[in-house]
């Protein structure tokens, strides 16, 4: 069990064994119009694993902008924390990079009737933001070092984080966030995004949800969408990827 956790008093938590499907559990939740800020979190000391219960005010295409949000969220309270060794980058659109592996990501979840009118680009009725962390190597991961692609923060030097800390950080930095983004726009969490992007300045080919785009790395366009140089497609909009999630720690 964790010890006793706190968070800025505007969420509503709620603590599930390790293994729950949280992110299932806030999304019935929302469906059933829970309030925004209920946060169901996992306690787990393998993965920092939550879901928080979101209120969409903008059309899908600028919702989707939340992944950013929480990526930043994410950067700042492990780049507070984690070793000053570690790179901390973020691989477009939702994924986790620590020293050059993935480590996780975040998953927004909006009402499918969304996803099923996009030509309209209408409000969400509803929508769940979850963030997964791996903090340490499952019983049956091959060695350190064996899957390139993957790592923890453990086999990144980072042993002394604990599941608990690093959700109370996020929680905080999160609510930060989310108001910036409220009272200011996107622009402050693309300025604070592209320092931590992953292979900023480079050629990219990316292949997501049947597209495939390349290009040098930019920046952010006022959505959230991916700025790609030296091709005839140079933005990659989130409502063109973000239907499920990039990455998976399974």
């Not at 480590?103 to 996803?115: P, Y």
């Not at 608990?164 to 983004?181: C, I, P």
């Amino acid at each position: 069990m964790q010890e006793e956790l706190t968070f800025p008093p505007i969420y509503r938590t709620h603590r599930h064994d390790a293994g729950t499907d949280i992110l299932a559990l806030a999304v019935d939740a929302a469906k059933d119009g829970a309030d925004p800020a209920n946060l169901y979190w996992a306690d787990s000391a393998d993965v920092m694993s939550c879901a928080i219960v979101l209120a969409p005010e903008k059309p899908l295409s600028e919702s989707l902008a939340m992944v950013h949000v929480a990526m930043v969220a994410l950067g700042d309270c492990l780049g507070a924390q984690v070793p000053p060794q570690v790179e901390v980058t973020f691989g477009w659109p939702d994924r986790l990079i620590v020293n050059g592996g993935l480590a996780g990501g975040v998953r927004l979840t909006v009402d499918t009737s969304a996803w099923e009118n996009l030509a309209d680009d209408p409000v969400p009725d509803w929508a769940v933001l979850a963030v997964e962390v791996a903090m340490t190597p499952r019983a049956d991961a091959p060695e350190p070092g064996m899957m390139l692609q993957r790592t923890t923060l453990f086999d990144e030097g980072c042993g002394e984080l604990t599941t608990g800390g690093l959700l109370e950080s996020f929680s905080r930095h999160f609510l930060l966030w989310t108001n910036r983004y409220v009272s200011d726009g996107f622009r402050p969490i693309a300025d604070n995004w592209l320092p931590r992007a992953a292979k900023r300045g480079e050629t990219v080919d990316l292949r997501f949800g049947g597209g495939q785009w390349k290009g040098t790395l930019l920046g952010l366009d006022e959505n959230g969408g991916l700025v790609l140089g030296e091709t005839k497609t140079p933005l990659v909009a989130l409502t063109d990827v973000l239907r499920k999630p990039t990455w998976s720690l399974d």
